[in-house]
């Protein structure tokens, strides 16, 4: 079988779990933590701050408690991960859901202007498959969901700091992994000094590690969100070949559109692909095909023993959001949910695994 993702796990990464099982220091928020910080905000451009937390589900969380959406909206799109619509009904927000837009299936931006009214707080952008989205042309508070965009870029600037905060994933599935893991960036001095104490369990054990204070205790609303030291030290080797990672899935996103051009030219197949310029970190290559047929091409991928997948299942349309907005139509992101397909993608795919990938795709499409 080629699965769908297999992380690029080396001898310097078990050396890094073994040096910190060695230390004796476990819990979250210590020495690999801080390095673990340093050097992603060396990656983002220096310029922000990055708090890691135990996940991106907990970034966004953190994210919408900071702004204060209670009692007002968050427009962000249906085409996107649970978590996101979970972190704005948590912090006491509404949701207002939005379409996305091809080629890219990031936020139609039109759309979201047209969803902006009196207790609009903020909106939420996806970088879908680490595609970078322009959002300077919004004039409300934008939280990224860089989920997938680690290494990501436009005009310049880093996913994850291009609004007012950013939320990273390395969970066992992206292109930078800890295991579990996540982080918040942002460059405000407030929502840090507020951030940090949250992650602490309301407490100021920060500002107690850095010798500011002679023992730390509450002193706000919190709970236990920090990264796990063992995670850390694994997700600061991962970030040191981050561009490795890229450059590699480049190649292969790159041989796959070689070999389904002629797919595409026929109409039989759409490549989800870049819209805005900037640099991408290929997390996911995805095509679109008819719907009528998506669950027989899987079916004949596994039979060839290539591990596809469909994607999300629109927010507005799953059980828990037809609750949230009934009878809410979407009519392209229903259309996309019902059309695509994942395909493999990671560091150590060989050529004649995407020839193989791309010739079973080509024979359930023939007929």
Known sequence: MIPLHRPWIEAEEEAAALRVLRSGRLAGNGHECAAFERELQAQLGGSVAVLSLSSATHALELAMLLLDVEGGEVILPSFTFPSVGSAVLRAGGTIRFCEVRQPDLNVDLDHARSLIGPTTRAIVITHYAGYPQDVSSLSIPVVEDAAHAIGSTIG???????????????????????????????????????????????????????????????????????????????ARVQLAKVNLIIEARRRIAQSYDAALADLERNGRLTVVRQADPGTSNYHIYAVLVDPAVRQDVLARLARDGVQAASHFVPLHSSPFGRTLAPGRSLPLTERVAASIIRLPIYPGLRDEDVERVSASLREALAG
């Open 156 to 234: 310049g600037r880093a996913c994850s700091t291009l609004g007012v905060f950013g939320c990273l994933s390395f969970h066992a599935t992206k292109n930078v992994v800890a295991g579990e893991g996540g982080a918040l960036v942002t460059r405000n001095d407030e929502a840090v000094r507020r951030a940090r104490i949250f992650r602490e369990k309301g407490t100021n054990r920060d500002d107690f590690t850095a010798g500011l204070v002679s023992h730390y205790s509450w002193v706000g609303l919190g709970s236990s969100i920090v990264l796990p030291e063992l995670s850390a030290a694994i």
